[in-house]
Protein backbone atom coordinates (compact mmCIF):
# COMPACT_ATOMS: atom_id res chain seq x y z
CA UNK A 1 0.00 0.00 0.00
CA UNK A 2 3.12 2.41 1.22
CA UNK A 3 4.41 1.54 -2.59
CA UNK A 4 1.64 2.64 -4.49
CA UNK A 5 1.21 5.51 -2.03
CA UNK A 6 4.50 6.99 -2.82
CA UNK A 7 3.40 6.37 -6.44
CA UNK A 8 0.41 8.51 -6.31
CA UNK A 9 -1.36 5.46 -7.78
CA UNK A 10 -3.76 5.84 -4.30
CA UNK A 11 -5.83 8.42 -3.26
CA UNK A 12 -5.14 8.30 0.59
CA UNK A 13 -8.62 10.13 1.75
CA UNK A 14 -10.11 6.38 -0.26
CA UNK A 15 -8.64 4.72 2.35
CA UNK A 16 -9.90 3.15 5.84
CA UNK A 17 -7.94 2.40 8.55
CA UNK A 18 -8.24 -0.70 10.07
CA UNK A 19 -5.71 -0.56 12.70
CA UNK A 20 -7.97 0.60 15.69
CA UNK A 21 -10.62 -2.63 14.84
CA UNK A 22 -9.71 -4.28 18.15
CA UNK A 23 -11.15 -7.15 16.99
CA UNK A 24 -9.07 -7.71 14.29
CA UNK A 25 -5.79 -7.84 16.23
CA UNK A 26 -6.87 -10.85 18.33
CA UNK A 27 -5.22 -13.81 17.64
CA UNK A 28 -5.39 -16.86 19.75
CA UNK A 29 -5.57 -20.96 19.81
CA UNK A 30 -8.31 -22.66 20.32
CA UNK A 31 -9.18 -26.39 19.43
CA UNK A 32 -5.97 -27.04 18.02
CA UNK A 33 -6.35 -24.09 16.02
CA UNK A 34 -4.43 -20.71 15.99
CA UNK A 35 -6.81 -17.68 14.80
CA UNK A 36 -5.07 -15.06 13.59
CA UNK A 37 -6.70 -11.64 13.47
CA UNK A 38 -6.66 -10.10 10.16
CA UNK A 39 -4.20 -7.13 11.84
CA UNK A 40 -1.95 -10.06 13.21
CA UNK A 41 1.61 -9.06 11.52
CA UNK A 42 4.63 -10.94 10.62
CA UNK A 43 6.50 -10.15 13.99
CA UNK A 44 3.58 -10.94 15.87
CA UNK A 45 3.82 -14.20 14.06
CA UNK A 46 7.60 -14.50 15.12
CA UNK A 47 6.76 -13.33 18.88
CA UNK A 48 3.75 -15.62 19.64
CA UNK A 49 3.00 -17.94 17.82
CA UNK A 50 6.59 -19.67 16.32
CA UNK A 51 5.90 -22.86 18.43
CA UNK A 52 2.78 -23.45 17.24
CA UNK A 53 2.96 -22.51 13.89
CA UNK A 54 6.91 -23.12 13.02
CA UNK A 55 5.93 -23.50 8.82
CA UNK A 56 4.55 -20.00 9.30
CA UNK A 57 7.36 -18.74 11.22
CA UNK A 58 9.71 -20.38 9.15
CA UNK A 59 8.42 -18.74 5.85
CA UNK A 60 7.94 -15.57 7.68
CA UNK A 61 11.59 -15.37 8.54
CA UNK A 62 12.53 -15.31 4.81
CA UNK A 63 10.16 -12.02 4.42
CA UNK A 64 11.88 -8.63 3.40
CA UNK A 65 13.80 -6.96 6.39
CA UNK A 66 12.53 -6.66 10.16
CA UNK A 67 11.44 -3.26 9.84
CA UNK A 68 8.83 -4.71 6.76
CA UNK A 69 7.67 -7.67 9.55
CA UNK A 70 7.10 -5.24 11.79
CA UNK A 71 4.54 -3.20 9.79
CA UNK A 72 3.27 -5.78 7.21
CA UNK A 73 -0.24 -8.51 7.81
CA UNK A 74 -0.45 -11.76 6.88
CA UNK A 75 -3.74 -10.71 5.51
CA UNK A 76 -2.31 -7.83 3.67
CA UNK A 77 0.12 -10.30 2.20
CA UNK A 78 -3.04 -12.43 0.97
CA UNK A 79 -5.41 -9.99 -0.62
CA UNK A 80 -2.46 -8.08 -2.49
CA UNK A 81 -2.66 -11.80 -4.62
CA UNK A 82 1.37 -12.54 -5.05
CA UNK A 83 1.36 -15.76 -6.18
CA UNK A 84 4.81 -15.88 -4.58
CA UNK A 85 4.02 -14.98 -1.44
CA UNK A 86 5.88 -16.48 1.03
CA UNK A 87 3.20 -16.51 3.97
CA UNK A 88 0.83 -18.36 1.65
CA UNK A 89 2.98 -21.51 0.87
CA UNK A 90 3.42 -22.02 4.92
CA UNK A 91 -0.57 -21.60 5.10
CA UNK A 92 -1.39 -24.17 2.20
CA UNK A 93 1.26 -26.61 3.79
CA UNK A 94 -0.77 -26.30 6.59
CA UNK A 95 -4.08 -26.30 5.62
CA UNK A 96 -4.87 -23.08 6.80
CA UNK A 97 -8.66 -21.19 6.25
CA UNK A 98 -8.98 -17.22 5.00
CA UNK A 99 -12.60 -16.21 6.87
CA UNK A 100 -13.77 -12.87 4.87
CA UNK A 101 -17.06 -11.16 6.03
CA UNK A 102 -19.32 -8.40 4.70
CA UNK A 103 -22.46 -7.04 6.84
CA UNK A 104 -24.53 -8.37 3.44
CA UNK A 105 -23.27 -11.92 3.37
CA UNK A 106 -22.18 -12.69 6.48
CA UNK A 107 -18.62 -14.89 6.66
CA UNK A 108 -17.23 -17.10 4.33
CA UNK A 109 -14.25 -19.53 4.45
CA UNK A 110 -11.98 -19.83 1.82
CA UNK A 111 -8.95 -22.65 1.85
CA UNK A 112 -5.52 -20.32 1.83
CA UNK A 113 -4.11 -21.88 -1.08
CA UNK A 114 -6.94 -20.91 -3.07
CA UNK A 115 -7.63 -17.31 -1.71
CA UNK A 116 -5.00 -15.98 -4.28
CA UNK A 117 -6.83 -16.54 -7.72
CA UNK A 118 -4.61 -15.16 -10.43
CA UNK A 119 -1.72 -12.32 -10.30
CA UNK A 120 -3.19 -9.46 -8.54
CA UNK A 121 -6.57 -10.55 -7.39
CA UNK A 122 -7.85 -12.97 -4.51
CA UNK A 123 -11.15 -14.58 -3.79
CA UNK A 124 -12.63 -11.01 -1.64
CA UNK A 125 -16.16 -9.78 -2.93
CA UNK A 126 -17.11 -6.64 -2.87
CA UNK A 127 -17.67 -4.84 0.85
CA UNK A 128 -15.78 -8.07 2.34
CA UNK A 129 -12.55 -7.68 4.37
CA UNK A 130 -10.58 -10.39 5.47
CA UNK A 131 -11.06 -11.07 9.29
CA UNK A 132 -9.06 -13.85 10.16
CA UNK A 133 -6.71 -16.56 9.51
CA UNK A 134 -7.58 -20.14 10.65
CA UNK A 135 -4.38 -21.95 11.25
CA UNK A 136 -4.23 -25.84 12.09
CA UNK A 137 -1.71 -26.25 14.95
CA UNK A 138 1.30 -28.26 13.66
CA UNK A 139 0.76 -31.86 14.48
CA UNK A 140 4.65 -32.82 12.41
CA UNK A 141 7.83 -31.46 11.36
CA UNK A 142 7.62 -28.47 8.76
CA UNK A 143 10.34 -26.88 5.86
CA UNK A 144 9.77 -24.17 3.63
CA UNK A 145 12.53 -23.70 1.19
CA UNK A 146 13.07 -20.84 -0.75
CA UNK A 147 15.57 -19.24 -4.04
CA UNK A 148 15.46 -15.55 -4.62
CA UNK A 149 17.58 -13.53 -6.14
CA UNK A 150 19.13 -12.55 -2.64
CA UNK A 151 18.93 -14.06 1.10
CA UNK A 152 17.27 -10.88 2.25
CA UNK A 153 14.60 -8.32 0.63
CA UNK A 154 13.91 -10.74 -2.09
CA UNK A 155 10.74 -12.04 -3.26
CA UNK A 156 10.80 -15.84 -4.27
CA UNK A 157 11.51 -17.20 -7.67
CA UNK A 158 9.69 -20.14 -5.88
CA UNK A 159 8.93 -21.28 -2.25
CA UNK A 160 8.57 -25.13 -1.54
CA UNK A 161 6.63 -25.55 2.11
CA UNK A 162 6.00 -29.05 3.21
CA UNK A 163 4.07 -29.74 6.69
CA UNK A 164 4.03 -33.66 8.06
CA UNK A 165 1.29 -34.51 9.91
CA UNK A 166 2.38 -37.65 11.52
CA UNK A 167 -0.91 -38.56 12.65
CA UNK A 168 -2.27 -39.03 9.35
CA UNK A 169 0.88 -39.99 8.02
CA UNK A 170 0.14 -37.69 5.16
CA UNK A 171 1.39 -34.27 4.24
CA UNK A 172 0.66 -30.89 3.37
CA UNK A 173 2.34 -29.89 0.31
CA UNK A 174 2.58 -26.23 -1.20
CA UNK A 175 4.31 -24.44 -3.79
CA UNK A 176 5.01 -20.59 -4.35
CA UNK A 177 6.13 -18.39 -7.43
CA UNK A 178 6.18 -21.29 -10.11
CA UNK A 179 2.26 -20.71 -11.46
CA UNK A 180 0.10 -17.62 -10.67
CA UNK A 181 -1.70 -19.60 -8.15
CA UNK A 182 -0.31 -21.23 -4.72
CA UNK A 183 -0.47 -25.08 -6.10
CA UNK A 184 -1.05 -28.07 -3.65
CA UNK A 185 0.34 -31.00 -6.31
CA UNK A 186 -1.92 -34.05 -4.91
CA UNK A 187 0.29 -36.76 -6.73
CA UNK A 188 2.89 -35.20 -4.49
CA UNK A 189 1.46 -35.38 -1.58
CA UNK A 190 0.51 -38.94 -2.21
CA UNK A 191 3.84 -39.58 -2.76
CA UNK A 192 4.82 -39.01 0.35
CA UNK A 193 1.95 -40.71 2.35
CA UNK A 194 3.47 -44.00 0.09
CA UNK A 195 7.28 -43.56 1.11
CA UNK A 196 6.64 -42.62 4.46
CA UNK A 197 9.30 -44.78 6.21
CA UNK A 198 11.63 -43.12 3.49
CA UNK A 199 11.11 -40.38 2.74
CA UNK A 200 14.75 -39.57 1.86
CA UNK A 201 14.40 -42.46 -0.81
CA UNK A 202 11.20 -40.07 -2.31
CA UNK A 203 13.22 -37.18 -2.54
CA UNK A 204 14.50 -36.93 -5.79
CA UNK A 205 10.75 -38.33 -7.40
CA UNK A 206 9.12 -35.59 -5.21
CA UNK A 207 11.03 -33.27 -6.82
CA UNK A 208 10.27 -34.21 -10.36
CA UNK A 209 6.25 -34.78 -9.46
CA UNK A 210 6.87 -31.16 -7.80
CA UNK A 211 8.36 -29.51 -10.87
CA UNK A 212 5.79 -31.48 -13.22
CA UNK A 213 2.94 -29.85 -11.07
CA UNK A 214 3.76 -25.91 -11.48
CA UNK A 215 2.94 -23.94 -14.37
CA UNK A 216 5.44 -21.86 -14.19
CA UNK A 217 5.40 -17.44 -16.41
CA UNK A 218 9.08 -16.28 -17.19
CA UNK A 219 9.52 -12.63 -15.44
CA UNK A 220 12.46 -10.89 -14.65
CA UNK A 221 13.20 -12.90 -11.83
CA UNK A 222 13.33 -16.01 -14.07
CA UNK A 223 12.67 -17.84 -17.00
CA UNK A 224 9.98 -20.38 -16.83
CA UNK A 225 12.22 -23.49 -17.24
CA UNK A 226 14.57 -21.74 -14.56
CA UNK A 227 11.56 -21.64 -11.91
CA UNK A 228 10.41 -25.50 -12.86
CA UNK A 229 13.76 -26.37 -12.14
CA UNK A 230 14.10 -24.61 -9.22
CA UNK A 231 11.24 -25.98 -7.94
CA UNK A 232 12.08 -29.46 -8.27
CA UNK A 233 15.47 -28.97 -6.84
CA UNK A 234 13.86 -26.94 -3.51
CA UNK A 235 11.12 -29.93 -2.97
CA UNK A 236 13.55 -32.75 -3.10
CA UNK A 237 15.58 -30.34 -0.91
CA UNK A 238 13.01 -29.87 1.74
CA UNK A 239 12.14 -33.09 1.82
CA UNK A 240 15.22 -34.56 2.42
CA UNK A 241 15.42 -31.72 5.57
CA UNK A 242 12.07 -33.27 6.98
CA UNK A 243 14.02 -36.95 6.36
CA UNK A 244 17.04 -36.04 8.41
C1 LIG B 1 10.13 -3.90 0.25
C2 LIG B 1 9.21 -5.08 0.29
C3 LIG B 1 9.73 -6.36 0.37
C4 LIG B 1 8.88 -7.47 0.40
N1 LIG B 1 9.42 -8.72 0.48
C5 LIG B 1 8.60 -9.79 0.52
C6 LIG B 1 9.12 -11.11 0.64
O1 LIG B 1 10.33 -11.35 0.72
N2 LIG B 1 8.23 -12.14 0.68
C7 LIG B 1 6.87 -11.95 0.62
O2 LIG B 1 6.13 -12.93 0.66
N3 LIG B 1 6.34 -10.72 0.53
C8 LIG B 1 7.17 -9.64 0.48
N4 LIG B 1 6.63 -8.38 0.38
C9 LIG B 1 5.17 -8.21 0.31
C10 LIG B 1 4.60 -8.04 1.74
O3 LIG B 1 4.42 -9.31 2.30
C11 LIG B 1 3.27 -7.32 1.64
O4 LIG B 1 3.50 -6.06 1.06
C12 LIG B 1 2.64 -7.10 2.99
O5 LIG B 1 2.45 -8.31 3.68
C13 LIG B 1 1.30 -6.43 2.86
O6 LIG B 1 0.75 -6.29 4.16
P1 LIG B 1 0.20 -4.88 4.68
O7 LIG B 1 -0.41 -5.10 6.01
O8 LIG B 1 1.28 -3.86 4.55
O9 LIG B 1 -0.93 -4.63 3.61
P2 LIG B 1 -1.32 -3.27 2.91
O10 LIG B 1 -0.22 -2.89 1.98
O11 LIG B 1 -1.79 -2.31 3.93
O12 LIG B 1 -2.57 -3.78 2.07
C14 LIG B 1 -2.41 -4.58 0.91
C15 LIG B 1 -3.77 -4.71 0.23
O13 LIG B 1 -4.62 -5.51 1.04
C16 LIG B 1 -5.79 -4.79 1.41
N5 LIG B 1 -6.07 -5.22 2.78
C17 LIG B 1 -5.23 -5.18 3.87
N6 LIG B 1 -5.83 -5.75 4.95
C18 LIG B 1 -7.06 -6.15 4.53
C19 LIG B 1 -8.17 -6.82 5.19
N7 LIG B 1 -8.11 -7.19 6.47
N8 LIG B 1 -9.27 -7.08 4.46
C20 LIG B 1 -9.33 -6.71 3.15
N9 LIG B 1 -8.35 -6.07 2.49
C21 LIG B 1 -7.22 -5.81 3.17
C22 LIG B 1 -5.44 -3.33 1.26
O14 LIG B 1 -6.58 -2.57 1.01
C23 LIG B 1 -4.51 -3.38 0.05
O15 LIG B 1 -5.26 -3.46 -1.13
C24 LIG B 1 7.47 -7.27 0.35
C25 LIG B 1 6.94 -5.97 0.28
C26 LIG B 1 7.79 -4.89 0.25
C27 LIG B 1 7.19 -3.50 0.18
Redesign the pocket.
Known sequence: ????LNAGRIDPAR?LD?SRVDG?RESGARGGVVRLG??T??ADVLERHAGELPGLAQ?VE????RQ?RN??????????G?P?????AALGAAEASVI?ASAREGERTIPAHAFVTAPGECD?RPG????AIDVPVADGPVAYAKA?ARNA????VCGVAIALHTGRRRAGVCVVGAAPTAIRPDVAEDLIAASWDDLAGAASRFGALVGAAVDPAPDARGSAEHRRHVACVLAARALRRLAA
Open positions: MLVELLLAMTYATIASLRATVAGALVLDSSDALVLELVVGMARA
